[in-house]
């Protein structure tokens, strides 16, 4: 059965921290991986990766997809408020019937 | 450009009612999608369509009917309401099949719909 597992499923941070969060898969036919942001409203992309090892970046956000060890991780450093949201890790199959999403980490930055 | 746009924003329904919910884009894409969206299980694909006049169903399916006659319109249809319906859905659309336009590839999401069963 395919699945998709993100770590922590929440965390608090103050300002200024820095923050890694972590998403495994187990999914058959995979091509890519997409971390999504999610506030009070619909989901907005932030990264698609398809190959091992290249860094994407973005500001202060990051991600990296490790695809022997089936893994990816979103960095975010010098938190800010704004940053607290929903991150949604996302898994796409090469075939064409299914997207799997994973449960999301909560992340709330405190002042 | 609007974007994707869905309504109704909130919507409580009888068991056995039946409603459809609406989506548009004015953005020309190709592909369109549904999905729903429960605490700690994710976002699930509920149908997608590549284009107009093409749909299929994707993971969890059952209960719902979908249809695109036009490029920029992808309603869902509830046909019997069941509680376990009781959810958020959100309406998304791409240029194309995900993915398939390369590393500037974004999928665009509606506000979403509160749907409550009761």
């Known amino acids: 059965e395919d699945k998709v597992v993100q770590s922590p499923l929440s965390l608090v941070v103050h300002e200024g921290d820095t923050v890694t969060l972590n998403c495994s898969y187990e999914?058959?036919?995979?091509?890519?991986l997409l971390w999504y942001k999610q506030e009070k409203k619909a989901p907005t992309f932030l990264f698609m990766l398809?190959?091992?090892?290249i860094e994407k970046k973005s500001g202060r956000l990051s991600s990296i997809l490790d695809k022997k060890e089936l893994s990816s991780i979103l960095n975010i450093t010098a938190t800010q408020t704004g940053d607290s949201a929903i991150y949604l890790c996302?898994?796409?199959?090469?075939?064409?019937?299914?997207?799997?999403f994973g449960p999301g980490t909560s992340l709330s930055v405190i002042p | 450009n609007a974007g994707v746009t869905q309504t109704p924003k909130f919507q409580v329904l009888k068991t056995g009612q039946s409603m459809t919910l609406q989506c548009a884009q004015d953005?020309?894409?190709?592909?369109m999608s549904w999905y729903r969206q429960d605490p700690g299980m994710g976002l699930r694909l509920i149908h997608y369509?590549?284009?107009?006049?093409?749909?299929d169903q994707g993971e969890v399916p059952n209960g719902y009917n979908v249809s695109r006659s036009t490029t920029e319109d992808f309603p869902l249809r509830l046909l019997s309401a069941a509680p376990s319906q009781t959810s958020v859905y959100f309406c998304?659309?791409?240029?194309?099949?995900?993915?398939?336009?390369?590393?500037?590839?974004?999928?665009?999401f509606g506000p979403g719909t509160r749907l409550t069963v009761t």
């Open positions: 998304a659309s791409s240029y194309s099949f995900l993915g398939r336009t390369g590393e500037s590839y974004e999928q665009y």
């Open positions: 999914v058959t036919n995979f091509r890519s």
């Open positions: 398809t190959s091992s090892g």
């Open positions: 996302v898994v796409l199959k090469t075939s064409y019937d299914k997207v799997i």
């Open positions: 953005m020309n894409h190709e592909y």
């Open positions: 369509s590549v284009g107009a006049g093409i749909t």
